[in-house]
């Protein structure tokens, strides 16, 4: 399974867990012919 999302530089998308309240973050930081992605995890 896959899911493919379209993002500009500055959105995100957030996954949460339910569970254990995890979240991670995926942020398009910058986007000139080369994407850059911060992923991060709380």
């Known amino acids: 399974m896959a899911l493919v999302v379209g993002r500009k ?15 991670v973050r995926i942020e398009v930081i910058k986007d000139d012919g080369m994407l850059r992605l911060k992923i991060s995890c709380k």
């Open 9 to 23: 530089a500055g959105e995100a998308i957030i996954l949460e867990s339910t569970q254990d309240e995890t979240q």
